[in-house]
């Protein structure tokens, strides 16, 4: 069976997201020579030079789809999905993309795959491994219909595989009717306001997660942070419990960062927190937990407790 595979593009502001590139990197190495798409919804034609990868970018114009609404985006891809006939969709597993490939897995009675981290093809049937509970599962699906789709986390695939500067013929799709006709209404983008600390401009940060217990050790870290002559970043729970303001937060919800050296203090590596931080130059994890899935991905680790080695750290640091 040929391989025509089709990513769909996220992109803010004139911007491709990373999600693309690493799913246009992975297509690449799926598809046929001459069978990688994309579907570009919205945005200026021009986008498509940043889509160097694929051979055609299909793109959906309209006064709509000028910012990111799950029911016409979700439309548009169905027409798209019509038009190109593909035999596998691959989406991003962000907020964005869980929108548009549950619907479009409905729309057009595709099996749909989540979660996923690596894509095979065998036999010429795709074979996409999910990774469920924060990492502490992995689940295999087979794909056993003509078509699929599967939506990747974050951080599965290299980004700069998807970048190239070629010239992707971009081919118009007529948008289907009814586009402004939705229940759902886009009202503006807000933005976060600035904090204190511009955590995506350091090039060394400490990331503190639940292990830090309870936010009379943030200053601990905060010591350690200093004598690395960085700043004290976090997970999500952190913020939650307001610990810490919502600008120091990392990950799918919060910012990403791209610092020379990461270092993590009590964080698992959930997907939603390596989304914001998977580009770090030097990741260093510090977990009593030895079966965190952060250990997959560091490139230093250690089980050691929090509250013995940041101290001593912090002293020899000084």
Not at 126 to 133: D, E, G, R
Not at 157 to 165: H, L, V
Not at 253 to 258: F, I, P, R, W
Request: aromatic fraction near 4%.
């Amino acid at each position: 069976m040929s391989s025509n595979i089709l990513v769909v593009a996220e992109h803010v502001n004139g911007t491709i997201d990373d999600i693309t590139f690493e799913l246009l990197g992975k297509g690449r190495e799926l598809a046929d020579d001459g069978g990688l798409a994309v579907a570009l919804l919205g945005g200026g034609s021009d986008l498509a030079g940043q889509l160097g990868k694929a051979d055609r970018v299909l793109h959906v114009d309209h006064p709509a789809l000028a910012d990111f609404n799950p029911q016409t985006c979700a439309a548009a891809l169905g027409a798209v999905i019509e038009q190109a006939r593909p035999t596998l969709v691959l989406v991003g597993n962000t907020s964005v993309g869980m929108d548009l490939a549950v619907a479009a897995a409905v729309q057009n009675k595709l099996p749909l795959v989540a979660y996923a981290t690596d894509i095979v093809i065998e036999n010429g049937k795709t074979v996409a491994t999910s990774q469920l509970y924060g990492g502490k599962v992995y689940a295999e699906s087979v794909i056993d219909k003509d078509a699929g789709i599967v939506s990747v986390l974050a951080g599965s695939f290299p980004t700069d595989a998807g970048r190239s500067d070629g010239t992707p013929e971009v081919v118009a799709v007529t948008a289907p009717d009814g586009l402004d006709g939705g229940t759902v209404t886009f009202k503006g983008l807000i933005k976060p306001e600035g904090g204190d600390v511009d955590i995506t401009q350091h090039e060394v940060l400490v990331a503190v997660g639940r292990g830090i217990q309870n936010k009379d050790n943030i200053p601990l870290t905060e010591e350690l942070a200093t004598a690395l002559g960085g700043v004290v970043c976090s997970s999500r729970p952190i913020v939650d419990n307001k610990w810490l303001p919502k600008t120091r937060q990392v990950g799918k919800s919060g910012l990403k960062v791209k610092p020379k050296i990461y270092v993590m203090l009590g964080i698992s590596g959930a997907p939603e927190h390596m989304e914001g931080m998977k580009d770090a130059e030097l990741i260093i994890a510090v977990n009593t937990d030895e079966t965190a899935p952060i250990f997959e991905h560091a490139h230093y680790g250690t089980t050691e407790d929090i509250f013995d080695l940041v101290p001593a750290l912090t002293e020899r640091l000084q």
